[in-house]
């Protein structure tokens, strides 16, 4: 594709959804589509389709449309994903998109085995987002759609300290942010700030956190009695990796959450050459090169155990290849 237009042609009723448990980039890239085809494509109904978006990206333009829940039978003529690496990751709305005429995948991840009728993934992107705003037409990005995909360039990119950042991603966000928008708000209130008992979490989580492989890999972790004790969900997790991966010496930060009995949740964050994207896909996930995430079963021990196996394996492929 060139540009989103070319798959509008004839639709009348589109879906549009991002994975499962949403962040800044699923929301952002879904959200700046939804925008520009609701402005620029006003004979088209859009419906989109979010898991419980968090609260703090409610300055977004008309996230009261966000359908949390499937309705009924529908069969779209066209269904795109922002942000969905698989199938099976398509949050509340996956049998509409298995039931549409046509479907559309826009994506940045480089574990994408191109799921939809028509797939247009850049793996070398920052975002979704970033991806997303390649296909519009960039005088038609208005105020609304530019905080929305600015929204998740920032969240992707760790506010453009992540290696995913590059000279064209700073030249886009510095093309958003002509419209406009306030966006040091945007940065201070939906990526650095957490609540009093997300703070909280985070400090147990680096306090109780363990470094193995002589200081180059560190584990922090959340049973799902102490996240009942904090009355915190997965979506109050976020960062915790990102801080854990700061430690100095580490190469790679493992953070794991136990979403069921022992069944866990697991983040993966590289600081060097190791591809964690590797790791993550044996184990049935994916991601990115430095970012990437997959789920486990068992006990916590034999979680860590397994991943940090295939962590020095990798390590050791490296060093025989120096």
């Not at 589109?14 to 962040?23: E, N, V």
């Not at 998740?152 to 510095?174: L, N």
């Not at 419209?179 to 990526?191: A, P």
């Not at 020095?312 to 490296?318: G, I, T």
Request: charged share 25%.
């Amino acid at each position: 594709m060139k540009n989103i237009a070319e798959l509008l042609d004839g639709v009348r009723t589109l879906g549009i959804a991002g994975h499962i448990r949403p962040d800044g980039d699923s929301v952002g890239s879904c959200m700046g589509l939804y925008l520009y085809i609701r402005h620029w494509f006003p004979e088209i109904q859009a419906d989109i389709y979010m898991e419980s978006p968090k609260p703090v990206f409610g300055y977004l333009e008309h996230m009261d449309q966000v359908k949390t829940k499937a309705e009924g039978e529908k069969a779209y003529d066209l269904f795109i994903t922002c942000d969905v690496s698989t199938k099976d990751r398509i949050a509340v709305a996956g049998r509409y998109f298995g039931a549409a005429k046509r479907t559309a995948c826009i994506d940045h991840h480089v574990s994408n085995p191109g799921f939809a009728d028509v797939n247009h993934i850049l793996p070398e992107a920052s975002s979704a987002s970033e991806v997303l705003y390649g296909l519009l037409d960039p005088d038609k990005v208005d105020r609304g759609v530019a905080t929305a995909i600015y929204t998740g360039i920032i969240h992707d990119t760790g506010v453009f300290q992540y290696s995913c950042t590059t000279p064209e991603t700073m030249r886009i966000a510095g093309e958003l942010m002509k419209t406009g928008f306030d966006f040091s708000r945007i940065v201070d209130e939906s990526f650095f700030q957490k609540t009093y008992i997300q703070n909280q979490v985070m400090g147990r989580v680096l306090t109780e956190s363990i470094l193995l492989q002589d200081g180059r890999v560190i584990v922090g972790y959340l049973k799902k009695k102490d996240m009942d004790f904090y009355r915190v969900t997965g979506v109050d997790l976020d960062g915790i990796v990102s801080q854990l991966r700061l430690t100095a010496g580490v190469d790679v930060a493992i953070f794991l959450y136990e979403l069921k009995t022992q069944v866990f949740k697991v983040s993966l964050r590289s600081n060097g050459n190791l591809n964690v994207n590797r790791v993550a896909v044996f184990f049935g996930g994916g991601g990115h090169t430095r970012a990437a995430g997959c789920e486990m079963a068992g006990s916590m021990y034999d979680v860590v155990n397994n991943l940090t196996a295939q962590i020095e394996k990798q390590q050791q492929e490296m060093e025989e290849n120096e």
